[in-house]
């Protein structure tokens, strides 16, 4: 059983910074592509990141390029995304999911965890 938990959200001043993790269990990390996407009040769901399973291929949404980073380790099958210079434009609730491609919209994937809130406010 596929089952993905996202941790490490809060509330943060603009220029702060967070890290998200994303544990999966039900599944390997080469196995499948893991997602990080995002959701702001009246808004579409948007993709944030993704690495890719077996090559690790990472990818970026251009919003987030530069203070980003999306990393995995294999060996906590937990897939993490690092956030600095937050500003208030990245609240949202953040989801990681997989079963998806990289690059695809957010409803062709299959697994979701539940959402962390990250809020970014002085």
């Known amino acids: 059983q596929v089952q993905l938990v996202e941790s490490g959200g809060g509330l943060v001043q603009p220029g702060g910074s967070l890290r998200l993790s994303c544990a999966a269990s039900?599944?390997?990390?080469?196995?499948?592509?893991i997602g990080w996407f995002r959701q702001a009040p009246g808004k579409e769901r948007e993709g944030v990141s993704c690495?890719?399973?077996?090559?690790?291929?990472?990818y970026y949404g251009d919003s987030v390029k530069g203070r980003f980073t999306i990393s995995r380790d294999n060996a906590k099958n937990t897939v993490y995304l690092q956030m600095n210079s937050l500003k208030p434009e990245d609240t949202a609730v953040y989801y990681c999911?997989?079963?998806?491609?990289?690059?695809?919209?957010?409803?062709?994937?299959?697994?979701w965890g539940q959402g962390t809130q990250v809020t970014v406010s002085s």
């Open positions: 999911a997989a079963g998806g491609l990289c690059g695809s919209v957010w409803y062709l994937w299959s697994y």
């Open positions: 039900g599944f390997t990390l080469n196995s499948y592509a």
């Open positions: 690495i890719s399973g077996s090559a690790g291929d990472i």
